[in-house]
Nanobody, 124 residues
Framework: QVQLVESGGGLVQPGESLRLSCIAS????????MGWFRQAPGKEREFVGL????????FYSTSLGGRFIISRNTANNTMYLQMSRLKLGDTAVYYC?????????????????WGQGTQVTVSS
């Protein structure tokens, strides 16, 4: 199976940048889609973006305005979420997830493996 660990969250001011990491261990990611999701208190877990592990193709929520970029490094089994021009509404727990079926889904229900989450707080 796959284990995922997020890191890199913290407290930042609006307009600043932050990079999150998701370190994976276990089985190969050759046929996986990897996704980033976020969840604020009292709200549904929402899709942020995904990446095809094999070819690096990525797709993002249209609500992000091009501010977030997903990348991956196969050498260290790490996926990154580079967040720029952060807004107050970006405050949430951010989760990485893996879909071994390779469906490229935007739904959390289609991702089998999840990390523990890392808190991102954007505040003045």
């Amino acid at each position: 199976q796959v284990q995922l660990v997020e890191s890199g969250g913290g407290l930042v001011q609006p307009g600043e940048s932050l990079r999150l990491s998701c370190i994976a261990s276990g089985d190969t990611f050759s046929d996986y889609f990897m996704g980033w999701f976020r969840q604020a208190p009292g709200k549904e877990r929402e899709f942020v973006g995904l990446i095809n592990w094999r070819n690096r193709d990525s797709f993002y929520s249209t609500s992000l305005g091009g501010r977030f970029i997903i990348s991956r490094n196969t050498a260290n089994n790490t996926m990154y979420l580079q967040m720029s021009r952060l807004k107050l509404g970006d405050t949430a727990v951010y989760y990485c997830a893996a879909d071994p079926q390779g469906a490229g889904s935007l739904s959390p229900d289609d991702y089998e493996y999840w990390g523990q989450g890392t808190q991102v707080t954007v505040s003045s």
